[in-house]
Structures are given as structure tokens and as C-alpha cells.
């Protein structure tokens, strides 16, 4: 099967900065577009930004120029570099990979099951 796991979440004042990482394994042939989500108490998840196999990015506006998304394909991580952070950037952070877990077969969306981010005023 396959696992994505995310790291590097926890509790920041704000200006200040994290890296989230996330890892996929397991029975993993290839991995199409990534992608971090978040969501915040009492709201709908909502996408962060997102990264296709040759590194072509997408930013949600209200993070657009703080947040930095990046890949390494050989190691299956993906990565977030959030500076500049804010108390309305609190929310769970989730990574999402489009893989395919045989050669040629179809890709299924996956998710990690989420690393906390608190920024405090």
C-alpha cells in the first residue's frame, strides 16, 4: 500500500517560519502532481499549493510570495516552506500525491493524515 507522511508542523509566532515535509512509500511506480491542502477549524479544506513532476507550481493567492512548494522525486518528498506566517494560516496541513502503483496503471489520489500549524498573535 502506500503511506504519506507529514512532519514539521507545530507552534510559531508570527513572522515566523516552518517547513513541512511530507513522505510517500510503499508499493509506489510513479508519482504525478503533489500537493499541500489545508483546513482550518470550522472551514473547508483548502488548496496551498501544488507542484507537478517537472516542478511547474501553483500558489493559492493569500499565500502567494511567503509559501514555497518543492519536490525531490528520487527521495518522494515533497516539501513547504512557509515564512512570513500568519494566525489565519493556522489549520491542519494535508499533502496530496497522484500515484500510480504499478507501471502504466492509472493514478489514485492520496493523502497524508495531517501535521498541525499554529501561528500565534
Known amino acids: 500500500q502506500v503511506q504519506l507522511v507529514e512532519s514539521g508542523g507545530g507552534l510559531v509566532q508570527a513572522g515566523g517560519s516552518l517547513r513541512l515535509s511530507c513522505k510517500a512509500s510503499?508499493?509506489?511506480?510513479?508519482?504525478?502532481?503533489m500537493g499541500w491542502y489545508r483546513q482550518a477549524p470550522g472551514k473547508q479544506r483548502e488548496l496551498v499549493a501544488t507542484?507537478?513532476?517537472?516542478?511547474?507550481?501553483n500558489y493559492a493567492y493569500s499565500v502567494k510570495g511567503r509559501f514555497t512548494i518543492s519536490r525531490d522525486n528520487a527521495k518522494n518528498m515533497l516539501y513547504l516552506q512557509m515564512n512570513s506566517l500568519k494566525p489565519e494560516d493556522t489549520a491542519v496541513y494535508y499533502c496530496?500525491?497522484?500515484?500510480?502503483?504499478?507501471?502504466?496503471?492509472?493514478?489514485?489520489?492520496?493523502w497524508g493524515q495531517g501535521t498541525q500549524v499554529t501561528v500565534s498573535s
Open positions: 510503499g508499493t509506489i511506480s510513479r508519482i504525478n502532481d
Open positions: 496530496k500525491a497522484e500515484i500510480s502503483t504499478r507501471l502504466w496503471g492509472t493514478f489514485s489520489d492520496y
Open positions: 507542484i507537478t513532476l517537472s516542478s511547474s507550481t
